[in-house]
């Protein structure tokens, strides 16, 4: 169901052959108001922007299906993410010793 539930896949192409390197997802929540948001990069297309290219294209998704936030999960020993989306304005709520919540008010 696309009106709620939205994946975006980043590929590369080398040799003739494609991967997919990137992944960013996006589950608007019944209320209409809220979307569950989450990304996956491979590591070796970590750190050199795809994450933020997938975190800005599905703020902008769930901004243009008017939601007034997104959040996710985050594991606590993922220092990349946890500085990306703080660099994207996003709070974290810590919830155990290993898992956070991130929000991001629209």
């Given at each position: 169901?696309?009106?709620?539930?939205?994946?975006?896949?980043?590929?590369?192409?080398s040799?003739?052959?494609?991967r997919?390197?990137?992944?960013?997802?996006?589950?608007i929540?019944?209320?209409?108001?809220?979307?569950?948001?989450?990304?996956?990069?491979?590591?070796?297309?970590q750190g050199v922007?795809?994450?933020?290219?997938l975190?800005?294209?599905?703020?902008?998704?769930?901004?243009?299906?008017?939601?007034?936030?997104?959040?996710?999960?985050?594991?606590?020993?993922?220092?990349?993410?946890?500085?990306?989306?703080?660099?994207?304005?996003?709070?974290?709520?810590?919830l155990?010793?290993?898992e956070?919540?991130?929000?991001?008010k629209?």
């Amino acid at each position: 169901d696309y009106e709620r539930e939205i994946a975006i896949i980043a590929e590369y192409t080398s040799n003739g052959g494609r991967r997919n390197v990137g992944e960013g997802r996006i589950i608007i929540q019944p209320n209409g108001e809220t979307g569950e948001f989450a990304i996956v990069v491979a590591e070796d297309f970590q750190g050199v922007g795809l994450g933020l290219k997938l975190c800005d294209t599905l703020i902008g998704i769930a901004t243009e299906k008017g939601l007034r936030h997104v959040y996710g999960s985050v594991s606590n020993s993922n220092k990349k993410i946890i500085g990306l989306v703080k660099r994207l304005g996003f709070t974290i709520e810590r919830l155990s010793p290993e898992e956070s919540k991130t929000t991001l008010k629209l």
